[in-house]
């Protein structure tokens, strides 16, 4: 079994910038990648970036527009989102989540993942 334990959100000004982090524990070796999804209240779940394990293949929502870094360090089996310039739309529990068994693509829907965080919230206040 997958755990997924996010931290690193709070609330930041407009402009500001958050780093979170997700670790994950007991990680299968069919689960090759991770990502990061976020949903605002009263909004579906939105696609925000993804990373797999042994190349290294990114992807990120179409929003994100340079703004946001995600990055992953192996030996600790723990993924990271940078994210910088944030906006008050970016308000939303993010949430950590696994590739679901033998998929390595870009892992842009809900259903490419397997294993999901607890999640933790980013408010930017204007």
């Known amino acids: 079994q997958v755990q997924l334990v996010e931290s690193g959100g709070g609330l930041v000004q407009a402009g500001g910038s958050l780093r979170l982090s997700c670790a994950a524990s007991g990680r299968p070796f069919s689960s090759n990648g991770m990502g990061w999804v976020r949903q605002a209240p009263g909004k579906e779940r939105e696609f925000v970036a993804a990373i797999t394990w042994s190349v290294g293949n990114i992807y990120y929502g179409d929003f994100v527009k340079g703004r946001f870094t995600i990055s992953k360090d192996n030996a600790r089996n723990t993924v990271y989102l940078q994210m910088n310039s944030l906006k008050p739309e970016d308000t939303a529990v993010y949430y950590c989540?696994?590739?679901?068994?033998?998929?390595?693509?870009?892992?842009?829907?809900?259903?490419?993942?397997?294993?999901w965080g607890q999640g933790t919230q980013v408010t930017v206040s204007s």
């Open positions: 989540a696994a590739y679901r068994p033998f998929y390595s693509g870009p892992a842009h829907s809900a259903r490419d993942y397997a294993y």
